[in-house]
C-alpha cells in the first residue's frame, strides 16, 4: 500500500539544495533513479524534473521502521524529510539523511525500457513508453535545451518590435494549395488541418508589421525518414516593409543568440549530451549560395546529375555537408517549384527565396512575398489553383498591404542538430508519423 501525501508539500528542487544548507532540513519529492544496498547502508539517487541528490540511509542513524521500509525498485516515487550534509563526492556535494519517507507509488520489478543510464534502449521501445522514457537524464537534458530555445526566440524576437500572434489551426482549403491535407468533419463540413500559418501571419504582418508565430502545424505525408513529421512545431516570422534580405539578417541573428543563450544557461546539458564542443556560436554573417551555385558544386564535385528546376536530393545534400558543415543559406531558387505567394526575382526564372541549411539538414525556408492581388491572382492560376478558393485572403490585399517577407523554422530539426540526435521523433515528446498515433 502507497502512502498518502496529506500534508507533506516540497520545500525544494534538487537543484536547490547546497552545501551551505547543512543542517537544514528540506522535503524531496521525485524518483528514484539508481539505488545500492550495502547491507547496513542504503544509497538512493533521487531524482526529480532539475537533477538528482544522494540520500543516505544508515542502520543506527536513520530509525529501524525507516530502514526496513527502504526496499525500493527503479522509479518508485518518493519523498523525503531530512537533513542536509555536505558530501564533496555526492551530486551537487551533498547528501540527505533522512528522517521520514514516504512511498507515493510503486513500479514492477523489471521496467519496460532501461532507465538506469547504462544503455539506451531501441527508440520504438523507449516511444511507446515515452512518459516513462522522458524521465531519463538525457531526455532531462534534450528537453531544456529545447525550453532555452523557445524561451531565447521568444526574447529574441520581443526585444525586436514583433508581436506574438495565434493563428486557426482548423482551415476549410490548403494554405499551400498542397495535397499533403488531414482532412476532418468540421459539423456537417470537410474541413482540414493547417500545413503552416503562411497565409495568416502574412495578413496579420499588415496589421502588427512584425508577426511571429510558436505553434504545431500539420502534413499528411507519409514519409518514414529520420527527419519527417506529420504534427511539426513551427517558428513563423513575417515583416512588413521588408523583403528576404531582412529576413536573412534576422535569422542569423536569432540563430546566433539562441545558441549563445544555451551555452550560457543549458551549458550543463550541453555537457552531458557531449555537445559542448559541437554546439558553438556560428560566425555571421551566414554564407548565401545561390540555388545554380550549389547545383554546379554537386555536379561537378559529386557527379549527382541535377537539372535545373529540380530539388536536390538528400544523397546530395550528404555529401555537400563535407565541404558545408555549418550554417548557410541557398537562395534563389527556380520560380517552377515554390509556392506561388513567393516573389519571382526580376529574372522571372528565379524567385526571392531561400533555405537556411545546417550541414545536410534543411531547418528552415523562406522569402520576400507577392503583395499585389492581381500579381497573385496570376499566381495562384500558373499553379493551377483556383483563385475563388483564396478569396478572403485575396480580400486583404485591397487594404492597404505592405511589402513583406517571412520564414517557418521546424524547431524539432533545430534540437535535434543542437543535440546531435540521429532522428527528429527524439526532440518531441510524442511523435506523430504515419506509422505512430499512440501514446
Known amino acids: ?51 538528482e541528490r544522494q540520500i543516505t540511509i544508515k542502520k543506527g542513524v536513520v530509525s529501524d521502521e525507516l530502514f526496513e521500509k527502504t526496499d525500493f525498485r527503479y522509479q518508485y516515487c518518493i519523498m523525503v524529510k531530512g537533513k542536509v550534509k555536505a558530501f564533496k563526492k555526492a551530486p551537487g556535494g551533498v547528501e540527505i539523511i533522512p528522517s521520514e519517507l514516504k512511498i507515493l507509488n510503486k513500479t514492477p520489478e523489471k521496467l519496460p ?26 531526455n532531462q537534458a534534450i528537453f531544456r535545451i529545447r525550453g532555452q530555445v523557445l524561451r531565447s526566440i521568444r526574447l529574441f524576437l520581443f526585444e525586436r518590435d514583433f508581436t506574438e500572434i495565434t493563428t486557426p489551426k482548423i482551415i476549410g482549403s490548403a494554405t499551400e494549395g498542397g495535397t499533403e491535407l488531414f482532412p476532418i468533419m468540421y459539423f456537417d463540413r470537410e474541413a482540414f488541418l493547417t500545413q503552416s500559418a503562411q497565409l495568416y501571419k502574412e495578413q496579420l504582418s499588415g496589421v502588427y508589421e512584425r508577426v511571429f508565430e510558436l505553434s504545431p502545424c500539420f502534413r499528411a505525408e507519409k514519409s ?36 549563445k543563450d544555451i551555452r550560457e544557461y543549458e551549458w550543463e546539458s550541453l555537457k552531458f549530451l557531449n555537445m559542448e564542443k559541437i554546439t558553438t556560436l556560428p560566425e555571421v554573417p551566414f554564407p548565401r549560395y545561390k540555388y545554380e551555385e550549389i547545383v554546379e558544386l554537386i555536379n561537378n564535385n559529386f557527379k549527382i546529375p541535377i537539372e535545373f528546376g529540380e530539388d536536390i536530393p538528400t544523397e546530395a545534400y550528404r555529401q555537400l555537408e563535407e565541404e558545408l558543415p555549418g550554417y548557410y543559406y541557398i537562395t534563389h531558387w527556380p ?24 550541414g545536410w539538414l534543411e531547418l528552415c ?16 492560376e500558373d499553379k493551377g489553383l483556383n483563385p475563388e478558393s483564396f478569396k478572403s485572403h485575396l480580400n486583404i490585399f485591397d487594404y ?15 534540437v535535434a542538430i ?22
Open 335 to 358: 520560380m517552377e517549384i515554390k509556392p506561388f505567394y513567393i516573389m519571382p526575382s526580376e529574372d522571372p526564372k528565379y524567385s526571392e527565396s531561400f533555405d537556411l541549411q545546417k
Open 113 to 138: 525500457i532501461d532507465m538506469t543510464g547504462e544503455s539506451i534502449s531501441a527508440l520504438d521501445l523507449r516511444l511507446d513508453n515515452r512518459a516513462l522514457d522522458l524521465r531519463s537524464l538525457r
Open 224 to 259: 518514414h525518414t529520420k527527419r519527417h513529421l506529420c504534427e511539426i512545431f513551427m517558428l513563423d516570422i513575417e515583416m512588413a516593409f521588408a523583403d528576404m534580405s531582412d529576413v536573412l539578417k534576422i535569422l542569423e541573428e536569432l540563430i546566433y543568440n539562441v545558441i
Open 418 to 439: 543542437l543535440c546531435g540526435l540521429e532522428d527528429v521523433r527524439e526532440a518531441v515528446m510524442y511523435p506523430r508519423t504515419p506509422d505512430r498515433l499512440q501514446p
Open 400 to 414: 492597404g498591404l505592405p511589402p513583406h517577407a517571412g520564414m517557418g523554422l521546424g524547431i524539432a530539426r533545430w
Open 365 to 380: 525556408s523562406g522569402g520576400t512575398r507577392v503583395h499585389d492581388k492581381e500579381m497573385l491572382m496570376r499566381a495562384l
Open 1 to 51: 500500500m502507497s502512502d498518502d501525501l496529506s500534508d507533506w508539500r516540497k520545500t525544494h528542487y534538487t537543484v536547490d539544495v547546497s552545501a551551505e544548507m547543512e543542517g537544514e532540513e528540506i522535503i524531496l519529492g521525485g524518483w528514484v533513479r539508481n539505488w545500492r544496498d550495502l547491507g547496513g547502508l542504503k544509497f538512493i539517487n533521487l531524482q526529480d524534473k532539475y537533477g
